[in-house]
């Protein structure tokens, strides 16, 4: 989390007025560095964050006292006295993400330092909106009882899915492949099932976060996330944060122009050209324009290219270029490290890297590294919960069960 920049003077003076502030500061400060680092000393947090060690040591207290630290044993070895170790207490709160997709419901609960406790994965009754917020509120209470706590002990929620959430509206729009779910207070009758404080979030902005967390961009400070599946979207870390936009739709590339398509035909208004074109029906769409015999699915065309089919081989080297068109056009704007491919289609790295590359270079004079997703359909997922963690952290803090 971040605490915030350099303080002025100014800042400086404030806080020397409000000295409840500075405490609340310090823990969140120590918190922060034992969720890291733990198990960790007290010296090594002193040193980590430049606190001396006896604001460190009351910090400790009061993160002890309110069970969002413990004691994890003492150091060994070396000479000299033993130290205290501290790491942060897993059962101090627990959260769920939950990824709501066209074909798939997966759900995780976890404790506040991160480890699933429970999974759970379903196919989505996507019929309406109410049949799959009842499955999302019994998928969700059945993990608390899997994990074996009462679901009051559950602090936050994630959910995400296809589509922009406006807050405002309580709405989420252009969500096509979930029947029902563009419905005004969509958001409330999610809260009303779960009854737990939630956050929603376009599940591509998730993958990136997940990647973030668990995956290839940790550590990387300016990445992007294209997603390319039944759909097609682009989650973007900028300067270590989410970019979410204006109105929250950056990321939306499948409405990017594509030469060669009608940008003028309603359903490309509605859908995005690219997102027709590079997605699962594009790959299918391609595969039946080059004589491939049916049944035809986006897996199956993948499959038939690892066995040499040259039909198969062609549409791979389209959706190539396709996919460079794309990377090319979001480098040349916000000129990512590293992009990642993810979803049924990106996840393919096999056989669309080494094309991929070879396109963009031919294409453009930004060349990030291009990756496949080790994370694969997992991604959202870590997302879910990655957000759900620090929310949960922060309210721990807002009811005022440390110095708040």
């Given at each position: 989390?971040?605490?915030?920049?350099?303080?002025?003077?100014?800042?400086?003076?404030?806080?020397?007025?409000?000295?409840?502030?500075?405490?609340?500061?310090?823990?969140?400060?120590?918190?922060?560095?034992?969720?890291?680092?733990?198990?960790?000393?007290?010296?090594?947090?002193?040193?980590?964050?430049?606190?001396?060690?006896?604001?460190?040591?009351?910090?400790?207290?009061?993160?002890?006292?309110?069970?969002?630290?413990?004691?994890?044993?003492?150091?060994?070895?070396?000479?000299?006295?033993?130290?205290?170790?501290?790491?942060?207490?897993?059962?101090?709160?627990?959260?769920?993400?939950?990824?709501?997709?066209?074909?798939?419901?997966?759900?995780?609960?976890a404790d506040v330092t991160g480890?699933?406790?429970?999974?759970?994965?379903?196919?989505?009754?996507?019929?309406?909106?109410?049949?799959?917020?009842?499955?999302?509120?019994?998928?969700?209470?059945?993990?608390?009882?899997?994990?074996?706590?009462?679901?009051?002990?559950?602090?936050?929620a994630t959910v995400g899915s296809?589509?922009?959430?406006?807050?405002?509206?309580?709405?989420?729009?252009?969500?096509?492949?979930?029947?029902?779910?563009?419905?005004?207070?969509?958001?409330?009758?999610?809260?009303?099932?779960?009854?737990?404080n939630i956050a929603f979030e376009?599940?591509?902005?998730?993958?990136?976060?997940?990647?973030?967390?668990?995956?290839?961009?940790?550590?990387?400070?300016?990445?992007?996330?294209?997603?390319?599946?039944?759909?097609?979207?682009?989650?973007?870390?900028?300067?270590?944060?989410?970019?979410?936009?204006?109105?929250?739709?950056?990321?939306?590339?499948?409405?990017?122009?594509?030469?060669?398509?009608?940008?003028?035909?309603?359903?490309?208004?509605?859908?995005?050209?690219?997102?027709?074109?590079?997605?699962?029906?594009?790959?299918?769409?391609?595969?039946?324009?080059?004589?491939?015999?049916?049944?035809?699915?986006?897996?199956?065309?993948?499959?038939?290219?690892?066995?040499?089919?040259?039909?198969?081989?062609?549409?791979?080297?389209?959706?190539?270029?396709?996919?460079?068109?794309?990377?090319?056009?979001?480098?040349?704007?916000?000129?990512?490290?590293?992009?990642?491919?993810?979803?049924?289609?990106?996840?393919?790295?096999?056989?669309?890297?080494?094309?991929?590359?070879?396109?963009?270079?031919?294409?453009?004079?930004?060349?990030?590294?291009?990756?496949?997703?080790?994370?694969?359909?997992?991604?959202?997922?870590?997302?879910?919960?990655?957000?759900?963690?620090?929310?949960?952290?922060?309210?721990?803090?807002?009811?005022?069960?440390?110095?708040?």
């Open positions: 989390m971040d605490w915030g920049g350099p303080t002025t003077s100014g800042d400086r003076a404030t806080i020397a007025g409000t000295p409840s502030l500075l405490r609340a500061i310090n823990e969140r400060t120590v918190l922060e560095s034992v969720r890291h680092v733990g198990p960790v000393s007290r010296a090594q947090v002193s040193r980590d964050t430049a606190l001396s060690k006896p604001t460190v040591s009351l910090a400790l207290a009061a993160l002890v006292s309110a069970g969002l630290v413990r004691e994890a044993g003492r150091t060994s070895g070396g000479k000299g006295p033993t130290a205290v170790l501290y790491e942060l207490n897993p059962q101090a709160g627990w959260v769920v993400g939950i990824d709501v997709g066209r074909d798939w419901v997966r759900a995780a609960i480890q699933f406790v429970a999974r759970r994965d379903e196919r989505a009754r996507v019929r309406s909106a109410n049949t799959l917020i009842t499955q999302i509120g019994a998928i969700a209470h059945g993990l608390a009882a899997d994990a074996g706590i009462k679901w009051r002990q559950v602090t936050f296809p589509g922009v959430f406006e807050p405002e509206r309580g709405q989420v729009a252009l969500a096509y492949s979930l029947p029902g779910w563009g419905r005004q207070g969509l958001v409330e009758l999610v809260h009303e099932e779960l009854g737990t376009n599940d591509v902005n998730l993958a990136a976060l997940g990647e973030q967390w668990r995956g290839l961009g940790k550590g990387v400070g300016n990445f992007v996330y294209l997603h390319l599946g039944t759909g097609v979207g682009m989650g973007m870390v900028l300067n270590g944060e989410l970019y979410r936009g204006g109105s929250g739709a950056a990321g939306e590339v499948g409405y990017l122009p594509l030469a060669g398509t009608d940008t003028k035909d309603p359903s490309s208004l509605r859908r995005g050209p690219l997102d027709w074109a590079a997605s699962a029906t594009g790959v299918v769409a391609e595969a039946t324009r080059l004589g491939m015999s049916p049944p035809i699915t986006a897996k199956r065309v993948f499959e038939e290219a690892r066995k040499g089919d040259r039909a198969a081989r062609r549409v791979v080297a389209i959706e190539a270029r396709r996919i460079a068109l794309a990377i090319a056009a979001v480098a040349a704007v916000v000129d990512p490290e590293l992009v990642i491919l993810g979803g049924g289609i990106g996840s393919n790295g096999d056989l669309l890297l080494d094309p991929v590359v070879r396109e963009l270079h031919q294409l453009s004079p930004f060349r990030p590294r291009v990756e496949a997703s080790s994370l694969r359909e997992e991604a959202t997922l870590y997302g879910t919960v990655s957000m759900a963690l620090a929310a949960a952290r922060d309210q721990l803090f807002a009811r005022g069960e440390v110095s708040a």
